[in-house]
């Protein structure tokens, strides 16, 4: 199945491609997907949390494929990028947010050719964004996620998101294949199972403070709005005995799920509950010791994870085959689609 087909088939209308690393062909992917809207007719649009479509990237030096937008396109972009586009835009509406770059505009692209992409900074401010160009008539929004900016794929931004792996992701094909299987299991987490969790989440939230519930079902707010700073603190505040569910409101750090794991029998009977998968930002050997002592985690608004996009280039380290690297990535992130976008439009079969 074409990845086009899936997104239609799954009846998504804004999706956020967001890569692992630079380089991991996550401009490649946005291109296929214009690409493939395009022929199918569709009025698609365009933004990022972050800035992408430079010729040159400003860490790295390296040359950048392009972001080419056809004729209908709906652009979401601060002003100081319209002047660089080779595509003639025409203005469609304001927003009333602001950057660095200037106000961010939505243009329509009326000669297609080459964009430079700055949407708003924020998380709150795009997902505005995204309904007014949904409100101008785009059947697909695609929200390019920038380096870092995971957060676009959260579910009050964007309806499901791709993520683009490849060589650039590690030094070895093991450590890439560890490295995105971590990712995707973060962001495949299950949803809360009972309304007793959501209430919880939702205290956890409204007072800024973490909070647990305990065997007893008894919810203690802790006297920490963080874990930051205060790992061991927290670890030490929770039950000696009896299952127990800590909601975060902020942040689930290394350190935190690190000082977890050194209580191994707290670990076993712990359950970590936060909003969304892009609220975790654990190392992948710090996650895989958690869940190997038994803990869990589950969020109140899951990803949904629609498919991984593979570049089996690196600009400077170790390439690889293609039709190799992507049956790898295919058959360990089994039953997520992969798809080498470089090569086909269609999901990397498994022979």
Same mark, same amino acid.
């Given at each position: 199945?074409?990845?086009l ?11 956020s ?38 010729k ?12 080419n ?30 950057? &660095?770059?200037?106000?961010?505009i939505? %243009? ?6 080459? @964009?430079?992409? /700055?949407?708003? $900074? +924020? *998380? ?9 160009m ?14 870092d ?5 959260a ?28 990712k995707v ?11 007793a ?15 647990y519930?305990?065997?007893?079902g ?14 061991? &603190?927290v670890?030490?505040?929770?039950? %000696?005995?009896?299952n127990?569910?800590?909601a @975060?409101?902020? /942040?689930?750090? $290394? +350190? *935190? ?9 707290l ?13 975790i ?48 990535l ?22």
């Amino acid at each position: 199945m074409s990845l086009l087909r899936r997104i239609q088939t799954d009846c998504i209308r804004s999706l956020s491609v967001v890569g692992l690393a630079k380089n991991a062909g996550k401009t490649v992917a946005l291109n296929s997907i214009l690409r493939q809207g395009k022929a199918a007719e569709m009025t698609l649009g365009l933004s990022s949390i972050g800035y992408d479509g430079e010729k040159v990237d400003i860490l790295t030096r390296l040359n950048k494929p392009r972001i080419n937008v056809p004729v209908g396109t709906l652009l979401a972009t601060a002003t100081a990028t319209v002047s660089r586009a080779t595509a003639k835009l025409e203005i469609a509406a304001s927003t009333p947010y602001v950057t &660095a770059l200037g106000e961010v505009i939505i %243009a329509r692209v009326r000669e297609a050719g080459e @964009v430079e992409i /700055a949407g708003p $900074d +924020s *998380l709150l401010e795009m997902s505005h964004v995204v309904r007014q160009m949904q409100d101008l008539a785009a059947d697909l929004v695609v929200v390019d996620g920038a380096l870092d900016r995971v957060g676009s794929a959260a579910p009050t931004v964007t309806d499901a998101t791709l993520l683009s792996t490849g060589a650039t992701v590690g030094n070895t094909l093991p450590l890439i294949l560890r490295r995105t299987l971590h990712k995707v299991a973060l962001f495949t987490l299950p949803a809360a199972e009972s309304q007793a969790q959501l209430d919880l989440l939702l205290k956890a939230q409204s007072s800024g403070r973490l909070t647990y519930l305990d065997v007893e079902g008894e919810v203690t707010l802790m006297p920490f709005n963080s874990a930051m700073g205060h790992s061991l &603190a927290v670890v030490d505040a929770l039950p %000696a005995k009896g299952n127990v569910i800590l909601a @975060v409101p902020g /942040a689930v750090t $290394d +350190s *935190l799920v690190s000082e977890i794991c050194r209580k191994h029998r707290l670990a076993s009977r712990l359950t970590l509950l936060t909003h969304d998968p892009t609220h975790i930002f654990v190392s992948a050997e710090v996650w895989q010791r958690y869940l190997a002592h038994g803990g869990k985690a589950v969020v109140s608004d899951p990803i949904k994870l629609l498919a991984v996009s593979v570049n089996p280039t690196a600009p400077a380290g170790s390439s690889y085959e293609p039709r190799t690297f992507a049956s790898a990535l295919a058959r360990s992130l089994a039953p997520i689609p992969v798809y080498d976008l470089f090569m086909s439009d269609e999901a990397v079969t498994l022979e």
